[in-house]
């Protein structure tokens, strides 16, 4: 489980945003939704793979552009359960950001408006458990969008297999690696890097291997996956 930086504690300061009687609603509905039981068996899970696209790196200047994930139920991914979203930009992001994740200018600008995009994540993921890879990042940007579009303290709980992967497969990787490392490692094919959609497809077959290993080493609940990560971070600090 990612823990939350120190550093951060200016996010809790929530500004004053205006949102209509239909979106408080549907904001109200999911904060009503029950918590995950994270002492369940972590196969059994609804597991959201998750990856976003910004216009930079900058975690205070940049903003967010595009949200993807890709659900695992029962070990399976159901690619008709993807999601993904633009967020509409009222300013595009440069050319050299756009070579990167390959939306559009014009894509940026018709978006969805950001309270609606949001809200539609929410509404897809409910209170399941988030994993990315080096996720602090995704949960970043995330958290400071909910923050600033529907003044909601958004801070579920996450995985990131950035630490998982090397607790699980010492013997392949020692480190914390890029990600490239580990699909090269496994063979498996990102059609198109940077693209949230195609980045969470292949991090989700990353997940389905972690979650298979885990299991083989008697680690079957999400707070036992979370404490294996948590140990690795204790004793590989950054």
Request: glycine letters at 2%.
């Given at each position: 489980m990612s823990t939350w930086p120190r550093w951060l504690h200016w996010l809790q300061r929530t500004p004053t945003v205006v949102l209509d009687d239909v979106q408080r609603q549907r904001l109200q509905h999911w904060q009503a939704l029950p918590d995950t039981?994270?002492?369940?068996n972590a196969r059994h899970t609804r597991l959201l793979v998750v990856d976003v696209e910004a216009s930079g790196l900058n975690l205070r200047r940049d903003k967010l552009i595009s949200i993807g994930s890709v659900a695992l139920q029962d070990g399976g991914i159901d690619p008709r359960e993807a999601?993904?979203?633009?967020?509409?930009?009222q300013q595009v992001s440069s050319s050299d950001n756009i070579l990167i994740h390959g939306i559009s200018g014009a894509q940026q600008r018709e978006g969805t408006p950001p309270a609606e995009a949001l809200l539609q994540f929410l509404e897809y993921s409910g209170k399941a458990p988030l994993v990315a890879y080096h996720a602090f990042f995704d949960q970043h940007m995330i958290a400071t969008a909910m923050?600033?579009?529907?003044?909601?303290h958004y801070q579920p709980r996450w995985l990131d297999l950035a630490w998982l992967l090397p607790s699980l497969f010492?013997?392949?990787?020692?480190h914390v690696v890029a990600l490239d490392d580990w699909l090269q490692r496994f063979g498996i094919r990102n059609h198109r890097r940077h693209?949230?959609?195609?980045?969470?497809?292949a991090t989700a077959q990353l997940l389905q291997l972690a979650l298979h290993r885990a299991e083989e080493r008697g680690i079957?609940?999400?707070?036992?996956?979370a404490a294996t990560?948590?140990?690795?971070?204790?004793n590989n600090p950054v």
């Open positions: 039981d994270w002492q369940q999601f993904e979203v633009v967020l509409r930009q923050r600033r579009h529907l003044g909601l010492a013997s392949r990787q020692a693209n949230a959609i195609a980045d969470c497809l079957t609940t999400l707070q036992a996956l990560e948590r140990l690795r971070r204790h």
